[in-house]
């Protein structure tokens, strides 16, 4: 029987191509006013603001009923100034060519400002995984990495799991460029199980980073971490691990939210219970927890509770100028990447609210893929507590660095981190064009 090639108009398409925009524009404009710091030239802006390469790719692939269906895919690599490109692949409806390049840059100057070897890079395919079997997934991610074989490999590109992808995928994307190149090469990409060179604590680290800063953003304004109360806005990857490591360390999280709705107690919710039970229980929302130590709170409610912390760990663009105002908490630790729209983040200052910034307090992810990247590459195996104790002294070092630099030039925690961050590209990529 002939297959039919469809067109990508069907449920799994719903592009918001506007919220795509906004980050990339905030970031692109977070790096204009370092560069206008450092003093940088029109020409080396010029460098560090385009991105050196980007791709756009069909991907037809058989779904379950025996149709095809054409999915769009993007890469682009901001920055391979520093090394290669590095950075995660998500797989949702409004992934965006723009989305993608505002992500790709985001991570040259995260890269940059923790001091790894790496470039910035993201990738996105256009579909709902909520809406696909296993098999569909499987072709899915198979067939991006096999138009992404010519420009990805452990010194070209790394790719990492990002929303709605995990280290499933990422064993079915090593096998597939593995297959197509004929070499082994576990390094081409990280965040894979450990079976297949993955390294102990990839799933937990963004969070556990996250749970660092806010801690030492906590100590910073004299609030000990015991009294202190915590909300938390997602709870996938980053935002259920960051709740797990503050609850150990007995900081009180009053309210964590996802997709489904929200939980709230004001003495505490008893997280490692609530993750245990959803996680029995596919497909692992808040919605499905049962127990009566917890009220049920909307996504907007959750948004506005008084607290020491809110993490925002879900998506971009979720304080902006209409949900700034409503904000009752004294920090703000940015677990997702641009949680904090160029208008929120200035009614945020305005109203005093501190605001560790994205490119550090999620940072915590990319430094244990460097860890994983380097064990790939020299074939030798990391243990839990020493990817621990890096990966902390990693975070502490830069969170000091971006602390001193603010207080030195008298500007936010944002732009001192973009400060440290564009000044290594900057003097990286001059190093490069300086005439014979
Ligand atoms: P994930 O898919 O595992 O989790 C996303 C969470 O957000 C889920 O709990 C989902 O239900 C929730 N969510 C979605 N829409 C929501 C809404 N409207 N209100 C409340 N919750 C909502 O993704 P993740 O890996 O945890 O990534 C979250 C963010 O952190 C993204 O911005 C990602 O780019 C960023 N990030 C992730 C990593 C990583 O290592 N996974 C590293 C750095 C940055």
Redesign the pocket.
């Known amino acids: 029987m002939a297959t039919t090639i469809e067109p990508r108009t069907t449920t799994t398409r719903v592009v918001d191509a506007k919220q795509g925009s906004v980050l990339l524009r905030d970031s692109q404009q977070n790096v204009r006013d370092a560069a206008e710091t450092l003093e940088i030239g029109r020409s080396l802006f010029n460098l560090l603001d385009q991105p050196e390469r980007e791709i756009t790719v069909t991907l037809p692939v058989e779904l379950d009923d025996g149709r095809v269906e054409a999915f769009t895919g993007y890469r682009v690599q901001h920055s391979r100034v520093l090394g290669p490109g590095k950075g995660?692949m998500?797989f949702h409806p409004d992934s965006d060519l723009d989305e993608v390049r505002g992500?790709a840059a985001l991570m040259t100057w995260k890269c940059a400002l923790l001091d790894l070897p790496f470039g910035g890079a993201k990738g996105g395919v256009v579909c709902d995984p909520s809406v696909l079997s296993t098999g569909e997934l499987a072709r899915i991610t198979r067939a991006f990495a096999n138009a992404l074989t010519p420009m990805i490999g452990s010194r070209e590109d790394v790719p990492?799991?990002?929303?709605?992808t995990d280290e499933r995928m990422m064993a079915w994307f090593l096998d597939e460029y593995e297959r197509r190149t004929g070499k082994h090469d576990p390094s081409v990409v990280t965040g894979k199980p450990i079976a297949l060179g993955g390294i102990p604590g990839r799933g937990e680290?963004?969070g556990r980073g996250v749970a660092l800063i806010t801690v030492a953003m906590l100590e910073r304004q004299w609030i000990k971490p015991r009294n202190a109360r915590v909300v938390i806005?997602?709870?996938?990857?980053?935002?259920?691990e960051a709740a797990k490591r503050l609850h150990e360390l007995g900081v009180k999280v009053i309210g964590i939210?996802?997709?489904?709705g929200g939980l709230y107690n004001p003495d505490g919710l008893d997280i490692p219970r609530i993750a245990q039970s959803i996680q029995c229980q596919p497909p692992k929302?808040l919605r499905e927890y049962g127990g009566e130590d917890a009220q049920r709170i909307s996504?907007e409610e959750m948004l506005s509770l008084e607290c020491d912390v809110l993490i925002p760990?879900?998506?971009?663009g979720?304080i902006t100028a209409e949900t700034a105002p409503q904000i009752n908490a004294k920090i703000i630790v940015e677990?997702?990447?641009?949680?904090t729209t160029a208008e929120g983040d200035r009614i945020l200052d305005e109203r005093g609210i501190l605001v560790a910034p994205?490119i550090l307090a999620?940072a915590g992810?990319?430094v244990v893929s460097y860890f994983e990247w380097l064990q790939g590459l020299q074939g030798n195996r990391w243990t839990l507590d020493s990817v621990r104790t890096q990966l902390d002294a990693r975070m502490r070092d830069a969170f000091e660095a971006v602390v001193s630099e603010s207080e030195r030039r008298k500007i936010s925690l944002r732009q001192a981190a973009y400060v440290i961050a564009v000044e290594r590209v900057a003097r990286a990529v001059s190093l490069r064009w300086s005439p014979m």
């Open positions: 995660g998500r992500l990492a799991p990002d929303v709605n680290s963004t806005q997602g709870f996938g990857k980053v935002g259920s939210s996802d997709v489904s929302l996504g760990a879900a998506l971009e979720v677990g997702a990447n641009g949680p994205d999620n992810g990319v």
